[in-house]
C-alpha cells in the first residue's frame, strides 16, 4: 500500500474557516508531536497489525448479523458521550459534539442539502462498535506500524492490483475493518433513504491514501471517480470543524431528529 509521506495532503481541502477559526489550521491531523501522540500511535499499531484480508472476512461475519444492539440513531449518538476517539490527535473530548460539530459545519456551506447534514451526524456513528469491546481504529505511521502484518508479506495481496482486477469498482473491493465499514454495512442493512453520495463519504472518509492522496485509482471505476469530489467535500468538514467550542446539543436536537425521522427512523438493528 503506498501511503503519503510528509506533510498532510489533506491541507489542499480545508474549507474556508475565516477568522472564527478556534485553532489554527496547520496543526490539524499532526501524526509527528502533540500530547495525544502516543494513544494514537499505539491505536494505528494495533489496527494495521491486525488488519489482514482472514481478519476482516471474520469481523464481516461476526457483526454483518447486526445483531448487537437495537436502538435509534440519537440513543446512538448519545452513546458516544462515552467514547473518546483514540485514533484522533486533534480531539480529546466525546465523538458525540464531534458529530453535531461536522453537521453543523456542513449545514451552514450547503443549506439546501439536509441529507448532507445528517451524514455530518451520522458520519462516526460506527465507533460505537468501541463499546462493544472492538478495538479503535486512513493510514498513517506505515513505516512502523504495518512491518508485522502478514499480508504485507503474502504475494497474493502485495502487487499493484493484488486479488482485485483493474477498475473493479471500490464497492467490490474489501475494505479495512473499522467503525467506517461497519456504519456503511450497517446503513445498507436498515435500508437508510439516503442518496449514493452519502454512502460514499460513510465508507470513505477515511480513506485518505484514495481521497487525498491519490491512490487506488487503479481500482477505481467511473462511479468511483464522479463519486470523489463528494467525499472530498464532506472530509473538510470532519477534519476541520473540530474545535474546542462545543456546540449546544440540546437546541440542535430537533432538527435533526427531523432529518433521522426523514431518513433512517425508528430503532434499528446495529
Known sequence: MKVVVGP??????????????AKDKGSFRNYTSGPLLD???????????????????KKHAQFGSFSCNKMTVMEAVDMLDSLVDESDPDVDFPNSFHAFQTAEGIRKAHPDKDWFHLVGLLHDLGKVLA???????????????FQENPDLWDPRYSSELGMYQPHCGLENVLMSWGHDEYLYQMMRFNKFSLPPEAF??????????????????????????????????????????????????????PYYQELIDKYCPGVLSW
Request: charged share 25%.
Open 8 to 21: 498532510d495532503p489533506s491541507l489542499i481541502y480545508r474549507p474556508d474557516m475565516g477568522t472564527e477559526a
Open 131 to 145: 463499546l462493544w469491546g472492538e478495538p479503535q481504529a486512513s493510514v498513517v505511521f506505515c513505516d512502523s506500524t
Open 39 to 57: 494513544r494514537v500511535f499505539a491505536t494505528y499499531k494495533l489496527m494495521h497489525t491486525h488488519q489482514t484480508v482472514d481478519f476482516v472476512r
Open 200 to 253: 460514499y463519504m460513510i465508507r470513505f472518509h477515511s480513506f485518505y491514501p484514495w481521497h487525498t492522496g491519490g491512490d487506488y485509482r487503479q481500482l477505481c471505476s467511473q462511479r468511483d471517480l464522479d463519486m470523489l469530489p463528494w467525499v472530498q467535500e464532506f472530509n473538510k468538514f470532519d477534519l476541520y470543524t473540530k474545535c474546542p467550542d462545543l456546540p449546544d446539543v440540546d437546541k440542535l436536537r
